[in-house]
């Protein structure tokens, strides 16, 4: 198969998903403008107005009344987007629950932003983190191609029948939605052929099989048994995940699964870390291996569903594993998500690493190569001496 | 499209349709809702006169109508509102309480 015909350009993280969001051409978006998602929905906007695409663009009052409408469409048989982040995600917050119960396939590239207060616009996984539970498939995107990538697949992922559940795809706020990325834009007809017709869960507009969405269950109550399905559509999404990213893969030349490794042959010690943090650790990560040191990191791309058994795999032999969080869970003292669903995943495990947890870049503070360093050595240390000398650490804050 | 709930109470997570919708129309006949009644209107067939305005008001659909006269209330899905004794221009219906009704029911007399 031809592989290439793709064009290099010099986007914008969010230009890139409005990019992706044409190519797509789906049959609704509605959406509202929150900084800094904005250029996603003026950007395609745009391309509606000028007759780019034949999507109906819904200019709602809120995002509670975008997401209203977009789960109004998708049961009506539309393929739907939508856009958000932050402050946005959390007006949302009822109709995730719907989207995801009702089984509806909607992408939305959420752009991670810190929820207030204090109020702040800069970037942290606070939002899309307070989601985890609410039955979205998360994806997160370390740059601008990823996000475009992300956004393509998500479609095929939301849609396929083993699934049916909404996707969020995300994209660290102003790093990638506002930082010049160069990437490649595949050929609109290639993602059209690869994400084809939608397929769907059921219909409302069908008139010779009329069917009724949202009906209250309080009465006899089959609530339990429907939340026992999505459950099952999320076990499901692991398998149908890396399928497209297989598929992705043979059109793009990018590969795609639950979750990106490097080094994890030889590594003694690993970092774990999603978003764009991944990619200043992994550039650590390069220079301390071309010293010799036996590190290995992974980039985590699906946190839901969360890849918990074969992370544990992956994990076992090593000594010891940083979780880098770029959220915190005000548990008091259990550390960010990620890092206590990995640790929890090894509880049954005889042979497990220390772990450790680095809460880093909250309301967008910079990681930076020198805080990566001096986590690298602690862990490093870590690893050496057989003991966790601080189980949640707050990487970068001034003490 | 003939959908089977018979069962329904039965089912296993695996066996309802995808995102609790329903597949068929008019199933909520089987649904029967009249058992959260706490009162219950009781007809007097001497006092009315068939105008049907009772079956015009009641919300729940359960004057039950045949040849233009009144057949009977339906009690599997009366809630009990007491709109069609509101309503009612020859006080003929009377709303009494559902538990006196019942025990009375059982008991015959
Ligand atoms: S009490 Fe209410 S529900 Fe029952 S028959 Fe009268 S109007 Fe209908
Ligand atoms: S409104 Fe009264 S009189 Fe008229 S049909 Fe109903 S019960 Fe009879």
Redesign the pocket.
Known sequence: MALLESKTVALVGNDAVAEAMRQVNPDVVAAYPITPQTDIVQTFSAMAADGLVKTELVNVESEHSAMSACIGAAASGARVMTATCSQGLALMWELLYIASGLRLPIVMPNVNRALSAPINIHCDHGDSMGARDSGWIQLFSENAQEAYDNIIQAVRISEHPDVYLPVMVLLDGFIISHAVDRMDLMEDEKVRNFIGERSEPYTMLDSKNPTCVGPFDGLYGYFFEFKRQQEEAMKNSFQVIQDVGKEFEKISGRSYGLFQTLGMEDAEFVVIAQGSGAGTIRHQVECMRSSGIPVGMIKLRSFRPFPAKQLVELLSGVKAVAVFDRSDTFAGGMGGPVFIELRSSFYEQEKKPLITNYIYGLGGRDLSIALVKQAMQEIHEMASSGRVKQMVNYLGLKE | MSWDISNIQEWSWKEHPIGAVIKAPGNSRLIKTGGWRSLRPI?DEE?????????IFCPEMS?LVADEK?EKIDLDFCKGCGI?AE????D??EIIDEIEAQTKEKSGT
């Open positions: 007809r006092q009315c006169n068939d105008c049907l305005i009772c079956f004057i009144i069609c309503e009612c221009p020859r003929a219906i």
